[in-house]
Antibody
């Protein structure tokens, strides 16, 4: 059974930094693209970032580009999101997602973690 | 970026009803569309990928169709556990984008 367990969410001041982690189990982590998706309170889902299976390519939403860095440690089965220069609008639940390939080899979010709350406030 | 327009934003229906949600992409995305269900306070759950393929373990009462720019998602014979918010998402190209969601409520 796929399990994704996020951690690291906290209350942080504007301009501060935070690193989120996602511990994966139940599948061969190093074979899959992984993503972060967030949801501000009372709002919809927003894709944040994705990273290829070996970490060779990364992708970001414009809203976080230059401030957030996605990375992974395949030896530890763990996905990370380093968040710098945090703003109030980054306040959200952050979900880790495993991206599985469809029959065409395109990747979609097939499994989700339970999320971790990041609050940016003074 | 590809914009995803989902409608309606909210929908009231009764147990046993059949409901349909639509999602339109601002440009063609072939069949690279997924649908997710989210219940209050819970993580999203994958229901459909590739526009019409059912995620493993998801009941066949859920279905999807479409390609290019226009897509539909249907739930037949609504049950109390189906009342939730549903999102479409294109995964044709980065940045992936979601529809704004459809809140399905009990009438």
């Amino acid at each position: 059974e796929v399990q994704l367990l996020e951690s690291g969410g906290f209350l942080v001041q504007p301009g501060g930094s935070l690193r989120l982690s996602c511990a994966a189990s139940g599948f061969t982590f190093s074979n899959y693209v992984m993503s972060w998706v967030r949801q501000a309170p009372g709002k919809g889902l927003e894709w944040v970032s994705s990273i290829t299976s070996r970490g060779g390519s990364t992708y970001y939403a414009d809203s976080v580009k230059g401030r957030f860095t996605i990375s992974r440690d395949n030896s530890k089965n763990t996905l990370y999101l380093q968040m710098n220069s945090l703003r109030a609008e980054d306040t959200a639940v952050y979900y880790c997602a495993k991206d599985g390939p469809d029959s065409s080899g395109f990747y979609y979010h097939d499994s989700w973690g339970q999320g971790t709350l990041v609050t940016v406030s003074s | 970026d590809i914009q995803m327009t989902q409608s309606p934003s909210s929908l009231s229906a009764s147990v046993g009803d059949r409901v349909t949600i639509t999602c339109r992409a601002s440009q063609g995305i072939s069949s690279y569309l997924a649908w997710f269900q989210q219940k209050p306070g819970k993580a999203p759950k994958s229901l459909i990928y590739a526009a019409s393929s059912l995620q493993s373990g998801v009941p066949s009462k859920f279905s999807g169709s479409g390609s290019g720019t226009d897509f539909t998602f249907t739930i037949r014979s609504l049950q109390p556990e189906d009342f939730a918010t549903y999102y479409c998402q294109q995964y044709n190209s980065y940045p992936f984008t979601f529809g704004q969601g459809t809140r399905l409520e009990i009438k």
